[in-house]
């Protein structure tokens, strides 16, 4: 995966400020200001820039060590903010102010109309969105919200789901109870997650590992065999067990796989387009993170090499794929 796909875009076009930069803060006309260096200070609160609506551009040196949550109220005009790469403290990406971690947006400029917002954050600090457009806000938000769920440890997904322990990979129950996996297809899909993952890692980076130690594992076999009746859990036990399967097989187990890891995962059905050209039956997984279904097709990975962990039915790079019946699993 590329760095541009483990990012989440905002849609919305950008409008891009050019100023001079200027000496210092506070020697500054309020009715010329547009680029601020504020290399000179080591606090920002909210009379350092005195609600001056000329703003539109901060630089934030290497000793500022404090920025409080009202600093950027009032700046309707501000687009952007960066911030020296020497600064423990804080750093900035697409015109945003975080933490140094990237875990926390502090400010999303009150004028800027789009951003990105790196996969790590996962809070939004107090009046970091002061100002911004209702509808951008909201998006953000949301982000945020999904990014937040992704970053979960195991033991804080709610729900039922495999957890690591010292005896092994386990099942957690919804009240919170340990016990071993009683199915064999629970066993199975267990021993998927035991192979590739560990208990320190985020749910979000379980799933990958998990997408590629499967693809990895596998390979594709022609069968003659259409899914009927219940079939995702057979079709999914048989990959698990031989290594191979067409994509029915593939799509089937690693929702399982997903929804083991504690996702809501389902089985999806259709057309997409063929390498020889035209249509041609074909089975995916989806996996839903915040509001929104994802693609994840372990079988197409496995046969082009990239490109096809979470994507939506726009970014999928064999469309157009078309989804014609959903099933949903269950252990």
Request: charged share 20%; aromatic share 10%.
């Amino acid at each position: 995966m590329t760095a541009k796909k483990d990012k989440n875009w905002i849609k919305i076009k950008f409008k891009v400020c050019v100023a001079l930069m200027v000496a210092a803060v506070l020697l500054i006309p309020p009715a010329r200001a547009a680029k601020v260096d504020a290399k000179e200070l080591t606090k920002i609160s909210g009379t350092t820039f005195k609600r001056n609506t000329q703003v539109s551009t901060i630089h934030i040196g290497s000793d500022v060590s404090e920025i409080s949550s009202n600093a950027f109220r009032g700046l309707i005009n501000l687009q952007s903010i960066t911030v020296s790469a020497n600064n423990p403290f804080y750093t900035s990406y697409s015109n945003c102010l975080y933490d140094k971690n990237m875990t926390e947006l502090i400010c999303f400029p009150a004028a800027l109309h789009g951003a990105v917002i790196p996969d790590t954050v996962v809070s939004i600090g107090d009046n970091a969105l002061y100002g911004v457009d209702q509808s951008l806000k909201e998006q953000v938000k949301s982000v945020v919200k999904a990014q937040a769920a992704e970053n979960m440890m195991e033991f804080d997904v709610p729900g039922e789901h495999f957890v690591h322990t010292p005896s092994g990979v386990k099942w957690k129950r919804a009240d919170g109870t340990i016990v071993d996996p009683d199915t064999d297809l629970k066993k199975m899909t267990a021993a998927v997650v035991e192979a590739c993952t560990t208990g320190d890692m985020t749910q979000k980076k379980q799933l990958e590992k998990c997408f590629n130690y499967f693809v990895n594992t596998s390979s594709y076999e022609r069968k003659v065999d259409l899914p009927i009746g219940e079939w995702t859990g057979p079709f999914a036990a048989d990959i698990l067990s031989t290594g191979k399967g067409n994509c029915y097989n593939y799509a089937s187990a690693f929702a399982y796989i997903a929804k083991g890891l504690g996702y809501d995962a389902r089985v999806c059905t259709g057309t997409v387009q063929s390498s020889l050209g035209g249509l041609t039956p074909h089975a995916w997984t989806e996996i839903k993170f915040g509001d929104e279904w994802y693609i994840f097709d372990t079988e197409m990975q496995g046969a082009k090499g990239s490109g096809y962990y979470k994507q939506t039915y726009y970014s999928y790079p064999a469309a157009p794929i078309n989804k014609q019946a959903v099933y949903t699993i269950s252990f």
